[in-house]
């Protein structure tokens, strides 16, 4: 796994001894940032189910000011600081250890939020899509006209639109699929 744009790219992240995570493939990555725009010149990001934390820090890489990565797991945790140290970002970062949950998440958004991007890639069998957008959007996570991309299974149907956000792209890696959401002007939060 490496960082695939920016100012850290080519420098390569730690990842996953066992089983338990399923890091975004680098190609995924690239096609994803294709489509939000090579560059996130001093925008906010959150990383829900953060992982190795490899969605936000490569956001960085690509000028984003700051991101927030959300995660339960020990061993992702341990994953996002040291990636965060290894690339000399961890400055930029703030690691949040906790469920992601509608308390967690509306707790750094408060602290820290709105975001102009949230990316969620759940462990496909615990969260849909659905859930995810109800989440962010009743956490008030996404700023007006913030994008965000879920990932999820390729069987599992993406809403069109839910609770103020429109999904706006959907494209297929394999057995992933990614759905990207816009709240727009006039999109009131629920």
Not at 84 to 97: H, P, T
């Amino acid at each position: 796994m490496r960082i695939v744009a920016g100012t850290a790219r080519g420098r390569t992240l730690k990842g996953p001894k066992g089983p338990g995570l399923r890091p975004t493939a680098d190609r995924v990555r690239e096609s994803l940032f294709n489509i939000l725009g090579q560059w996130l010149e001093g925008q906010v990001v959150l990383d829900l189910f953060a992982g190795t934390g490899a969605l936000a820090l490569e956001a960085l890489s690509r000028g984003a000011a700051r991101a927030v990565m959300v995660d339960s797991g020990r061993e992702a945790l341990k994953l996002c600081h040291e990636n965060a140290e290894e690339l000399g970002l961890a400055d930029r970062v703030r690691i949040v250890a906790g469920s992601v949950d509608e308390r967690t998440v509306a707790r750094v958004v408060a602290e820290a939020g709105p975001f102009d991007v949230v990316f969620a890639d759940p462990p496909y069998a615990a969260q849909t899509p659905t859930q995810i957008t109800s989440l962010v959007s009743r956490a008030g996570a996404l700023k007006e006209g913030g994008t965000l991309v879920v990932e999820h299974d390729k069987r599992v149907e993406a809403p069109a639109e839910h609770e103020g956000l429109v999904r706006t792209d959907t494209r297929q890696f394999g057995d992933t699929t990614v759905s990207f959401y816009q709240r727009g002007p006039g999109q009131p939060l629920p």
